[in-house]
């Protein structure tokens, strides 16, 4: 609603508007997702769950959750956005996978540097700032997809990048689920 | 791994060490089967370090811990099911009560128990009246008490305390000594403590200096 004002009643780009919806969602999934597992280590609790089960099953739990957590605001934030800025989506179906892909990539990374930034005593702003150029391949294939799918008519056009999104993901999840015994 | 089943604790040539001190180096020891182990020594001697070691919560610098069961080493998924822990690092979730943090960490270690169970580990405990308050409601003693019941919780064969009476009034204290008798009945008992009536109960002490 803050960007839909700053820009008044300007016609923009729909790359533009793509992007400040992916610039809008990672930074909400920031103030979220970090605190996947600060919280559990600033309380305590970690301890307790590191005791009943292994790491790996933890992270797997942790990403779930992110992942529907960003979900959830994304089907409540997207609509209202794409109202704001008056954009009908040419492929609605398209940029619903988007998002979902998008957000699928941004749980999974965002869970693991979330675990990393954990065990650092100042905490601060550092997660976005190691997030932002971890995170900037999937963004900007996520703002190129999002945007195709605003104007373009062609699903096989799209195909590549939710390909990219896909793997993306499956290849941080993976190498997370090794690397997290050691975190 | 049932109830009855001998395991034993081999801790062989352990280091610990961070960059900027050495904590302890070349400890080896045995911890028998049936028997109380206490940990004891100044502040900052590592024990607290040296109990997460033998739990497998930290990596040593050097040397090994191995649990053996029926002359047979345990993997560390099963070291896991093998283990319950009190710490005052340790906590429980603030915004569930005492029972539905036993429930949760129930399902999370597949165990299918009906609630009545749960309710009576609290009334061991002494948290039957309470069970259904949310945890942030608990006095720092309560918190306590609900640690064991935790750590209780999948009847472990080795249970690991540190500073085991920290916050309990007498009658607390009285718990914990009945608790550890049951556990080494049932397998090990391995505490921290700086308190020397603890100790008397010790078939085994290390003292880290």
């Known amino acids: 609603m803050a960007i839909s004002f700053a820009v008044g009643g300007m016609e923009l780009d729909p790359a533009l508007i793509a992007a400040l919806m992916w610039v809008m969602l990672f930074f909400t999934a920031m103030t979220g997702i970090a605190r996947a597992y600060v919280q559990e280590e600033e309380t305590g609790t970690a301890l307790a769950l590191r005791l ?16 529907v957590l960003l979900v959830g605001v994304a089907i409540v934030v997207v609509p209202l956005y794409l109202v704001l800025f008056s954009v009908a989506p040419a492929m609605p179906l398209a940029l619903a996978a988007t998002v979902v892909l998008g957000c699928l990539g941004i749980a999974v990374t965002g869970t693991t540097l979330s675990a ?24 900007w294939i996520a703002i190129s997809a999002t945007s195709t799918a605003f104007v373009g008519s062609n699903l096989v056009a799209l195909a590549p990048d939710l390909a990219f999104m896909f793997f993306y993901s499956g290849m941080t999840f993976v190498a997370s689920l090794v690397l997290v015994e050691y975190i | ?46 024990k607290t370090t040296l109990l997460k070691l033998v739990a497998g919560l930290v990596p040593p610098s050097e040397g090994t811990v191995q649990i053996h069961c029926q002359e047979r080493t345990l993997a560390p998924g099963e070291v896991r099911q093998t283990l319950g822990m ?3 690092d340790l906590a429980l979730y603030d915004a569930l009560s005492g029972l539905e943090n036993l429930e949760f960490f129930a399902a999370v270690r597949g165990i299918a128990a009906p609630t ?41 064969q080795i249970l690991i305390l540190d500073e085991p009476t920290s916050n309990l009034d007498s009658q607390g204290a009285q718990m914990v000594c009945d608790i550890m008798r049951r556990q080494r009945e049932r397998g090990i008992v391995i505490f921290a403590t700086n308190d020397l009536r603890e100790v008397a109960l010790a078939d085994a002490v290390l003292v880290l200096d």
């Open chain 2, 86 to 88: 009190v710490s005052p």
């Open chain 2, 1 to 46: 791994m049932g109830e009855g089943m001998a395991v034993r604790v081999d801790c062989h040539r352990l280091a610990k060490r961070y960059p900027s001190r050495q904590l302890f180096a070349n400890l080896s020891f045995t911890i028998a089967p049936n028997s109380i182990f206490v940990v004891t020594g100044h502040n900052g001697t590592g």
């Open chain 2, 116 to 156: 009545q169970q749960f309710a009576g580990l609290l009334e061991q405990v002494g948290l039957k009246k309470r069970s259904h308050d949310l945890v942030s409601t608990y006095s720092a003693g309560m918190k306590q008490r609900l640690k064991y019941a935790h750590a209780l919780l999948h009847e472990p």
């Open chain 1, 116 to 139: 990393i930034v954990a065990q650092v005593t100042a905490q601060g702003s550092l997660m976005t700032v190691l997030s932002f150029p971890v995170m900037l391949p999937l963004l």
């Open chain 1, 52 to 67: 009943a089960a292994d790491s790996a099953a933890i992270y797997i739990g942790k990403v779930l959750s992110s992942f």
